[in-house]
């Protein structure tokens, strides 16, 4: 078999205005990457930290997307490559949520998981018989062929920050049982939980080269047995990683902290002794708390954000994060408010979860909007988000001094964030 | 109105209520997907009433599915779209979650998109009282 070239790339979004600039090497390309058959020759560009060179030979282009605001940017990469004679495939999470838009305006749409699957599309590919849509949506493959990812395609000089190198994105996990209102995780792998085996999740995690990760599962929380285990098997390593919720049982937040938990992403979505309760047992075990703070649902009155923003700050979190309720297809809410009529705006550029699309229940969208400003300034009024950052950072570095697992920074890298020159006494945040 | 007294459990297993059968249907991308169903005569006119499963349904939701369910609702009963009213529910599931609250939206296919009405209690507790047809 003659060697495939491969363009695969990952399009550049607009960042949130006023929010630190951080670009994390991406997961979904590189887990794409490694399904691909061994002829394939796949080279990598994320364009949100590199132009792409449209010049560069390749026999094939396919666009890895994962949100909403890059579905468009996707079908410009699309149209220009057109322009060259190309053919262009898409897949990954917005590929499917958008999917009845990006097929016209990609040569094939790939939905679904690709483990397994890729040696068909490129035998497809060689016959010039690329198929319209593979569609594999619903067919999830077997867990144990997930394997670990391509993590040679990325640039690293290029998701590093004045010397820093950014976590890793990792998978101990695939589906979710949950059904969130505004979560689209089900419907994209599954509302069945679905556990890497843990000899896997190991191997995998040891082979990466980045003591730092980011465990990007939907929430740890689903399964009790299989996190016990988890956190026992991973602890050896010495990783420090970042993870969405942990389940709140004494024993498993004692084996999170022993396996490494730096700190976790946690929705405070009310102003209960519950919520408060929650952090400090995350604090006790040692684990930091970014709180996730999600603004116009309809059970919320502008006094009750208000209230919400204000007990931010008797709970000690620290970080928050704040979002807008946005309306993403196949979450339940898209389909409230599509019934409702309430959502108003349906560029997807615009679905980045800082933007107001809908009519909120209790206040204009325009008054939504400001209190989500004021969210974001009111709690970083005293400390900024890239100080608080850098405290979580102490944190992580001093823990990993005691084990010995610390790597200075890199000096080469010193003037440098994310491949460009910047003074580094100026602050990261976007304009 | 059915209403179901809370509990701490957050399985969100639909109550058995709210349809007289499991309807298979092809989703988005023909996705293996499924609703609750009832069909109700009530004053000669045919009532469809299909009903989120949430966890039960492993594909597309009823409202994203929209009018290709209706087709394949009437298609699998022998029912004219343009004779049927057609409604929506979402069952309340006893989930401690916010939002997974009752509610029956009536939807009318007949524009470019479909349009949907929220229903009374007090109507939609007349068409459950009819027994199934």
Redesign the interface.
Known sequence: MDTIKLKLIYPKWQKLRGQTTFNLPPHGPVAFAATLPEYVDVSFTDENVEEINFDEPCDLVALSMMLSTQVKRGWEIADEYHRRGKLVMAGGISSMLH??DMVKHVDSLF?GESEGRMEQVMQDFVRGELKK?Y?Y??QMPPIEDVGPCRRDLYKRDLYNHKGVPMVDLFHASRGC?????PCAV??LG??KFRPRPIDKVVEDMAGIDNNRLFIVDNSLAQNKDWERELFKAIAPLKKKWISHTIEDDPEILDLAAKAGAWYVYQAV?DTSDYIKERVKRYHDNGIGVEGTILLG???QTEDDIKRLIDFLGEIDLDLAEFTVMTPF??T?????L????RIFDFDWNHYNAGQVVFQPKHMSPERLQELYDYAWASFYKDESQEAKMFNLFCQVALREMEEGTYRPRDRRLINKSFGRIVDRHKRNVNQ | MLRHRRSPS?N?KVPQEYYDEIFEFR??????SACGLKIREVEGLTYVIVT?M??E?????V??AGRSLAEQICEAKGLKLSDIIYL?C?PDTNSK????DE?Y?RVDFSGERPA?T?MSADELHRILSHKAS
């Not at chain 1, 049982?177 to 209102?181: A, E, L, N, T």
């Not at chain 2, 989703?27 to 293996?32: A, E, F, L, T």
């Open positions: 999917a009845e939905l849509v569609n949506m619903g049982r949950f059904s969130c209102y089900s419907y599954g509302r979505y649902l309809d059970n297809p196949h339940k809410g898209y389909d409230d599509l019934r409702q009529g | 957050n969100m989703g988005q991308w023909d996705m293996p989120e949430y966890q349904n492993p594909g597309t939701s409202t994203y929506e979402t979650l916010s939002f997974y509610e939206f949907y929220q």
